[in-house]
């Protein structure tokens, strides 16, 4: 089968497999745009892979004063879960230890509950509201509930639930074979940059590129979860190993949305972005990650991510 080629770099006729996960949308806001990112930061840390860390979380969009229900700068951040229990927990912690603590802070349903897609309710204030001690007050405005919670810079307004929503996908992704890692870090970078300017789309992992990028299972009994030892360059003479001699580094981006087609618009706008820079950054190739098909019921061929957006 003869190469995919896409701005003059090679791009590997396979898929990216990727999953159904619980997700979810927040808005948060605060006095000054500086203590919005401040709470959307500390909520959405230690979240990069739902295995390890419970969920996979990230910053969508940052908001203007008009684009936010309490017209104050916000953060729109994202939650992926395994399911809705999981999701639901998470929230809970997170919102209660990293945004209702952060001065100023208030929290919003980021997905409308008129949204097609909109699931199960999780309760977020209807929870957080016992924190109060009994102090809290419920208001509802424009048919929407919220709570009120004592605290000491005056009170945390935060939504009653928010909705999850069906068909969110999490593990698309892609990898980038380079020959030095400076110029294919660099290369992800801009993979980056292109995939987080597509709306309901966040890469979890740090700066949103992952070089542990890893396989299912492993040699030692238990694991979930090793490293993907076909694609290390440290192994590459080894049997199995999936490098070219001229492959000294691999990262990989992991990007998780609210629906399959957000999935896969931040996939093709990152495989453009970084074909189109890679020729003078050393740039190898461009593949993906998947486990025969078996897993996930997503498949993201980079076949079909070679034309431009319709």
Known sequence: MPDLILHGIRVEDTFAEAFDMAGTAL??????????????????GFATSVIGCGAEAGIDAVLSPDETPDGRPGVRVLLFGFDAGGLKDQLLRRVGQCVLTSPGSAVYAGISWDDPHAGKALKLGGAIRYFGDGFSVAKRVAGRRYWRTPV????????????????????????????????????????????????????????????S????????????????????????????????PEVDV?????????????????MRAALHA???????????????GNYGGNLGRHHFHLRDLLGAAA
């Open 213 to 244: 990028g890893s396989k299912v299972g492993g040699r030692t009994k238990g694991m979930m979860a090793s490293t993907n030892d076909a694609y290390c360059p440290t192994l590459k003479g080894r049997a199995g190993s999936a490098l070219p």
């Open 27 to 44: 808005v948060l806001t605060a006095g000054t745009a500086e203590w919005a990112m401040i709470a959307a930061v500390t909520m959405t």
């Open 152 to 211: 000491m810079d005056g009170e945390f307004l935060c939504e009653h639930s928010v909705p999850t929503i069906e068909g969110a996908v999490g593990g698309g992704n892609l990898l980038f074979l380079g020959r030095r890692f400076p110029d294919t870090l660099r290369v992800a970078e801009i993979a980056v940059a292109a995939a987080r300017s597509v709306p309901d789309v966040i890469l979890p992992f740090p700066g949103g590129v992952v070089r």
């Open 274 to 288: 970084s074909t189109e820079a890679g020729a003078e950054l050393g740039l190898v190739a461009v593949t993906a």
């Open 250 to 266: 691999v990262l990989e981006i992991v990007i998780d949305g609210l629906s399959a087609g957000a999935v896969a618009a931040a």
